[in-house]
């Protein structure tokens, strides 16, 4: 990561968004609204992790004993932070309707608030089986635009990845982290414990394209395709391989942990198609997941795909769609992508 604006005192995510209100650059201004919206997400963020941090103290931790549409255990943070997000946002008259990998369908704005013109969407509580055991966790959102005249229903979310208007992801990790990108660039804000407030420590993240880094679940290699089984084999080869140089693993297993050391300090993270449910085409959502990721890997210079197609193209068919993911530097995502064509 680089500084510019960083190094000019410290400057908080109200005045950064401000900034890009009276954008000078040729860039398009954020629409006022589209900040304030930002802003209650980046809010709700911070009560998040406020409940993380409480951890055993707090009650917070185990299993909430309901499960979610997608079937799996939730745990009581995923439910406390989806519930957050959503008391946080719903009436402050900036959105027409929510989605989030907790809930079967979307979650409209209730009736007696304003309604406003943007979608969001969220991952409440990413990485969920790393809560318990106290490594870093994090909070996904998207927001696109609800076109005007469309009913906010789950056909109003089914838009591509490049139609998003701002993407970011809160980790609760040991410093407490919000990575934002409105499609001018990545910042990252660090949570000021003292003061309470988002604090910019990075306005211009850059991904190197090349990389000797990568992230992959190795125990389903059995399960991979033949494209997928071939680059994981040359990397390992290292300095005698194809590849000719050495390569190391990492593995956080919470996605938002795994994006967030290669927004750092480079790598690739892949989450392929796999044989244990065919039918599926991954394990990531799209919607939750996959395309915020994009969006900000790709504002910082990197690049994503499904294998085949680029992320942010992709037409969503349903809220929950699956998709495998590869993303990161750019000369390793692309030399796996080929592969696959
Ligand atoms: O959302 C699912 C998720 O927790 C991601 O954050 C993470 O990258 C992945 O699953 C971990 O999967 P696995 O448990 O297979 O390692």
Redesign the pocket.
Known sequence: MSNTLATRGRISLTRYLIERERSADGQAPLPPALRLLIEVVARACKQIAYEVGKGALGGVLGEAGTGNVQGEAQKKLDVIANEMLLEANEWGGHLAAMASEEMATVFPIPEHYPRGEYLLLF?PL????NIDVNVSIGTIFSVLRCADGVAPGEDAFLQTGDQQVAAGYAVYGPQTQLVLTVGQGVAVFTLDRETHSWILTDDHVQIPADTQEFAI?MS?RRHWDAPVTRYIDELLAGKTGPLAKDFNMR?V????S?VHRILTRGGIFM?PRDAREPEKPG??RLLY?ANPMSFIVEQAGGAATDGRTRILDLEPTKLHQRVAVFLGSKNEVQRVSGYHR
């Open positions: 991952d990413d990485g969920s089986s679940n389903n593995w297993a919470a996605m938002v795994d989450y394990k990531l997941e």
